[in-house]
């Protein structure tokens, strides 16, 4: 029972460098989100789809692009990473009809 | 989206009943709240969800008023691994769930 799985779990990155960040769900959840987490702070939605070919911006979606071409997969990809960008990612999946979300472990990412 | 306050910080100690209140003035209509609870170096777990009155579950249990204005989680007898960060979120934007996390209560228990 995998829920949602977010890899790669550590990143170290030079500044300018773009990325993936991939997250994939095997529950057949039509929502899924990206969420970004500051040491000590609350988790910021990035972006979110309600489904496959849809995508929105959430509260910080500079600097950050996603595409949703299956239900189970949605990407998270940096363009040109910036030191701004150090933080923890969490990709989650959940249901239309429900108010919760399941959380990867996320990805833990560092740029110099 | 509704905006929620919750308390930055609360402290306990093991077997005492926990209440943490989250404020949402400008909850919607058609909004639930929904609670998750958050250990370090992990994603949020959801912990229970409501609309109105009272919901208990095996972990908690939230408490609504008439007005919805605002909500109390509330753990039982908690213990050491109940220390975590706890977030109050409100809001279904119909159709779309773009669901937004405050600052969260960081709950520390000791024993």
């Known amino acids: 029972n995998a829920g949602v799985t977010q890899t790669p779990k550590f990143q170290v990155l030079k500044t300018g460098q773009s990325m993936t960040l991939q997250c994939a769900q095997d529950?057949?959840?039509?929502?899924m989100s990206w969420y970004r987490q500051d040491p000590g702070m609350g988790l910021r939605l990035i972006h979110y789809?309600?489904?496959?070919?849809?995508?929105d911006q959430g509260e910080v979606p500079n600097g950050y692009n996603v595409s949703r071409s299956t239900t189970e997969d949605f990407p998270l990809r940096l363009l040109s990473a910036a030191p701004s960008q150090t933080s923890v990612y969490f990709c989650?999946?959940?249901?239309?009809?429900?108010?919760?979300?399941?959380f990867g472990d996320g990805t833990r990412l560092s740029i110099l | 989206l509704a905006k929620t306050t919750q308390p930055i910080s609360m402290d306990s100690y093991e077997g005492q009943e926990v209440n943490i209140t989250c404020s949402h003035n400008?909850?919607?209509?058609?909004?639930?709240i929904t609670w998750y609870q958050q250990f370090p170096s992990q994603g949020p777990r959801f912990i229970i969800q409501?609309?109105?009155t009272k919901v208990t579950n095996e972990v908690a249990s939230l408490f609504i008023p008439a007005d919805r204005k605002s909500s109390t989680l509330s753990l039982p007898r908690v213990s050491l691994s109940d220390t975590a960060v706890y977030y109050c979120?409100?809001?279904?934007?119909?159709?779309?769930?773009?669901?937004?996390f405050g600052s969260g209560t960081r709950l520390q228990v000791q024993p």
């Open positions: 979120l409100v809001g279904l934007d119909t159709g779309r769930r773009a669901l937004t």
């Open positions: 789809s309600v489904g496959a070919g849809i995508t």
């Open positions: 989650a999946s959940g249901t239309q009809e429900s108010g919760t979300q399941h």
């Open positions: 400008n909850i919607a209509t058609n909004d639930y």
């Open positions: 409501g609309y109105k």
């Open positions: 529950m057949n959840h039509e929502y």
